[in-house]
């Protein structure tokens, strides 16, 4: 992750020296630099994800009729992020692109689980397998100016996102479960500037992307093994929202600050889902069983706040 914002930043650095060459070659030659017709930015934000996964929304669904499991407390699920977008802008012809990408992982979540069954009642410090989850957007927009100084954008494009859950299969650490989704989404985008450096944003996407599942069974221990009957056909649905709202100053000809906050909420279910699962001990057979794995829809949350910087050129 370090070397990644350095390289970042190097990126930041080097646009903001060829923007300021681009500006000082523009004047000397025009006395005055000409309105630009047409606008790149690089947008890198410093964001700090609060990431609710699936995983543990969703954990209290994988019991038995004869077991009730109430989990709260979720903790080690922040990250520092650093997401990039590029976008180009066409003031002649009023139309927008823009791309966008962000990865986050947690290595060690946990949360607080409270088991009731025929033995009793019990209270633990449960440990999820790592997991990781991506998006990549590639949007388009039509630039419409309801008043002089409020823009909207208004399109839409295609999301994609990968979903890992991370396991010991073998004793490896591969992937014990991978979903790589994609489909499309609506974006609207408003634009408000207050004064001729400082201006407002408010952004919405909805989505719907579905993918295949890919499975590993897992070892539980080396006691312990689970048998499965595959997962051919099974398939994962993300279904929800990213909202977003910043504020900018422009400090700079060619650069801008910003502050804001992100908000992703997604659905997540399983698509032709019917999985059995043996799980066999080895050193006492008699404790074998076997369960359908089956879990309904649950949701994932990922919010912060963020500060950026952007160059424009």
């Known amino acids: 992750m370090d070397r990644i914002q350095k390289y970042y930043v190097f990126i930041l650095l080097n646009l903001f020296l060829i923007s300021n060459l681009q500006s000082s070659e523009e004047i000397s030659k025009n006395g005055a630099s000409e309105k ?22 969703s954990y209290s669904e994988k019991t038995d009729p004869y077991e ?36 986050v992982e947690l290595v ?51 999301r994609n996102i990968n979903k890992y859950t991370y396991g010991k299969y073998m004793l490896d650490g591969a992937f014990q479960e991978y979903f790589y989704t994609y489909g499309p989404q609506v974006s609207i985008q408003s634009s ?7 201006s407002a944003n408010i952004s919405l996407d909805l989505f719907y992307t ?19 009957n595959g997962s051919a056909g099974t398939k994962g649905i993300f279904r929800g929202y990213e ?9 700079h000809e060619n650069m801008k600050f910003h502050l804001g906050y992100n908000q992703i ?6 698509l032709h889902f019917d999985q059995l699962n043996l799980t066999y001990n080895i050193s006492s057979p008699s404790l074998t069983y076997i369960t359908n794995g089956s879990r309904s829809g649950n949701y994932e949350i990922l ?3 963020f500060v950026g910087f952007s160059v424009f050129f």
């Open 210 to 228: 579905e993918g295949t599942r890919f499975f590993r069974t897992p070892i539980i221990s080396t006691d312990t093994l689970v048998f499965t």
């Open 192 to 198: 408000y500037q207050f004064t001729e450096n400082f």
């Open 303 to 305: 919010r912060g706040f």
């Open 243 to 251: 909202s977003e709202i910043s504020l900018q100053y422009r400090f």
């Open 36 to 57: 630009k017709k047409q606008k790149f930015e690089l947008l890198l934000k410093r964001q700090t994800y609060s990431y609710i996964p699936y995983n543990f929304t």
């Open 265 to 270: 909420y997604s659905y997540f279910s399983y």
């Open 68 to 103: 009730s499991i109430e989990t709260n407390h979720l903790q080690q699920n922040q990250k520092v992020l650093v997401p990039a977008v590029f976008s180009y802008e066409n003031y002649e012809k009023n139309y927008r692109a823009e791309i966008s990408y962000y990865e």
């Open 108 to 158: 060690n979540p946990n949360s607080n689980v409270i088991r009731s069954n025929s033995n009793g009642l019990s209270a633990e410090r449960f440990y999820y397998s790592p997991l990781a989850r991506s998006e990549f957007e590639a949007n388009f927009y039509k630039i419409v100016s309801p008043l002089q100084n409020w823009n909207l954008y208004l399109g839409g494009g295609l």
